[in-house]
């Protein structure tokens, strides 16, 4: 890896530990995905055709209800608006999204018009369930444009949340909700609010119905249709992104350009291919999804579109390894961000995922410790006393002072060792359950959300008092102090590094 590329590594890990919760409206097409799974032993007798053997259903919310679904397990407040009929899989997909906490308040019934369905026949050979392949889908749709009402009572509802917001995504699949009033009104209103707006098309040739808008993901097929240019190389992505930018006045483009990665480009004529890793791949259904989410939760977060861009890369050839649109966490962009493939880095987490697997572990009554450190220069003294932690309880969680928090704690020069690599050797140690980031100075704000049975800190603790122990005695935690290894530190290892290699 560059030197630049391990940098920018480094800089996503940070965005994405200490990323918020941004405000995000959903304007678009919301559906209802119906998955029928089942085995495919024979041909049938009636026609050249695969017979399948049903063996479960699945619903899950579709088109804009799948980007609704990836920003909810971001962890986004959404605010859904859109047009859904009034029957019973309105229902299914309302429950669907509040059962994902997005508010569906936006979301207007229209007595009609059918709610969008798709089902999807989903085959595979023999019970090991091998070779998943889609064998047909099924659309229950109606497309005509929504009445002058509703269009009316849409605009109403974003006009109210619009001071609230920090970023609009836009997700038209041309069923008829976004009209040429819908979408300059909602355009023009993010940018007198200066709330950036970003577009997934429908696939058309005409993108004046998306003029003004903040940025626009169209893919190497619509980016072909909507310029009449061939998306082959990075000059017709450059010469594809320049008429497109400057005919509908767009800041940014984004295009997604499958094997080849992803291509951003903005209006000053910068640009930057995003290259793709390498993956298996099992379904591109819901890549395009993800693509949006990610830069609506990056962006919305008040990050740049560059480091957006790279993080939306590696959630989508995350998504493509899995059959259907199904969302994704952040500790497993994390994960691939930190190692790829490996499921030792599995153990690093973001705060808000890992207090949910405690929630699991305490259902259980697993006892969970908590201790925290710099982890500067691993040695052997950390092995103990990560081992005596362990030995407290169930599960051990370490909270991990991030490259800054070091900073403030031991000067400028330290750490030693960048905070994804601590973080990757500190999980790859057997005693550790799970690992966190944090900036903060102190772990006062992590213990309180982490609420450990037991909190661990070395017994050169005792005179300057344990952090976070009122709070956990407060509720009948434990707080202990584990031995030190003598003559053992970060600053003993460098200080004789440097008086062998005559430095010093």
Same mark, same amino acid.
């Given at each position: ?8 590594? !480094? ?12 405000? @995000? ?27 399948? =053997?049903? %063996?479960?259903?699945? @619903? ?17 407040? &959404? ?23 997005? #508010? ?23 019970? +090991? ?55 300059? %009104? ?18 058309? =040739? ?16 619509? %980016? ?8 082959? #190389? ?11 930018? /400057?005919?509908?006045?767009? /800041? ?5 350009? #499958? ?24 379904? &591109? ?8 989410? &990610? ?20 959630? +989508? ?8 649109? $199904? ?33 699991? !572990? ?14 500067? @220069? ?27 928090? $070091? ?11 960048? /905070?994804?690599?601590? +973080? ?5 140690? /057997?005693d550790v359950d799970y690992v966190v980031l944090f900036d903060e100075l102190t772990p006062e704000k992590l213990i309180r959300k982490i609420k450990p049975d037991i909190l661990v800190k070395g017994e050169d603790w005792k005179e300057k008092g344990v952090v976070g122990r009122e709070f956990v005695e407060s509720y009948g935690g434990k707080v202990l102090l584990a031995p030190l290894v003598k003559n053992v530190s970060t600053t003993d290892i460098v200080s004789r590094i440097l008086e062998r290699s005559g430095r010093r």
């Open positions: 890896m560059s030197d630049k590329a391990e940098l920018s590594s !480094h800089n996503l890990v940070h965005i994405l530990t200490n990323i918020g919760k941004p405000n @995000i409206l959903l304007l678009g097409d919301f559906m209802l995905d119906k998955y029928v799974w089942g085995e495919v032993k024979r041909v049938s007798q009636e026609a050249p055709i695969p017979v399948i =053997n049903v %063996t479960s259903e699945e @619903i899950r919310p579709g088109g804009a209800g799948s980007v609704a679904n990836n920003l909810a397990h971001l962890g986004a407040n &959404v605010y859904c608006c859109g047009v859904v009929g009034n029957d019973e899989e309105s229902k299914q997909l309302l429950k669907n999204l509040i059962d994902i906490n997005a #508010d569906t308040d936006s979301i207007i019934q229209d007595h009609s018009r059918p709610t969008t369905v798709k089902i999807r026949m989903m085959g595979h050979l023999q019970s +090991a369930g091998r070779g998943v392949q889609q064998l047909l889908r099924i659309d229950y749709e109606k497309t005509n444009e929504i009445e002058a009402g509703i269009q009316e009572n849409i605009l109403n509802k974003i006009k109210n949340k619009i001071e609230h917001l920090d970023i609009i995504l836009i997700s038209d699949m041309n069923k008829g909700v976004l009209s040429k009033k819908i979408l300059e %009104t909602v355009i023009k209103s993010g940018k007198d609010n200066n709330v950036p707006v970003i577009v997934d098309p429908r696939l058309t =040739n005409d993108y004046s119905i998306y003029k003004g808008a903040t940025a626009i993901t169209p893919n190497r097929f619509e %980016t072909k249709l909507s310029t009449g240019i061939k998306i082959t #190389d990075v000059n017709s992505m450059k010469s594809a992104g320049k008429k497109l930018l /400057e005919e509908f006045l767009f /800041e940014y483009i984004i295009i997604t350009a #499958d094997k080849d990665g992803m291509f951003l480009c903005n209006k000053n004529g910068d640009y930057n291919l995003v290259p793709t890793v390498p993956k298996d791949v099992y379904d &591109v259904s819901g890549a395009g999804d993800m693509v949006l989410s &990610v830069f609506g939760f990056v962006v919305g977060s008040k990050n740049s579109f560059e480091d957006a861009a790279m993080i939306a890369n590696v959630a +989508a050839g995350i998504e493509v390894g899995k059959i259907g649109a $199904v969302p994704i966490s952040k500790s497993e962009i994390l994960s691939e961000l930190m190692g790829g493939s490996n499921p030792l880095y599995t153990k690093i987490k973001v705060l808000d995922e890992l207090e949910k697997i405690l929630d699991k !572990h305490r259902e259980n009554n697993e006892k969970i410790v908590f201790t925290n450190g710099c982890f500067d @220069i691993l040695h052997v003294g950390h092995i103990e006393y990560l081992k005596f932690s362990r030995n407290q309880g169930d599960v051990l969680v370490i909270g991990l002072n991030s490259d800054i928090s $070091v900073r403030e704690q031991k000067g400028q020069k330290r750490p030693f060792i960048t /905070e994804d690599e601590r +973080a990757r050797l500190v999980s790859a140690l /057997e």
